[in-house]
């Protein structure tokens, strides 16, 4: 499975892909849904290279 992930800026509209392992992970969370396990949620900070500006995407992993 890749870990390329498709990113759009909300700013200039721009996208891009980019690989989990080059962006920077700002935050690690775990959530119990539903009675279940507790889910790793994972929030990773992009740049987008045309504005500079600062995307946080929240990934879920197993």
Do not use: F
Not at 29 to 42: A, L, M, S, T
Request: aromatic share 6%; glycine share 4%.
């Amino acid at each position: 499975m890749s870990d390329k992930i498709k990113i759009k800026c909300p700013r200039c509209g721009h996208k891009w892909e980019k690989s989990l392992s080059e962006l920077e992970i700002d935050q690690t969370i775990y959530r119990e849904i539903n009675k279940k396990p507790d889910v790793k949620v994972v929030k990773y900070r992009a740049y987008c290279p045309n504005d500079g500006t600062v995307i946080i995407i929240e990934v879920q992993e197993d």
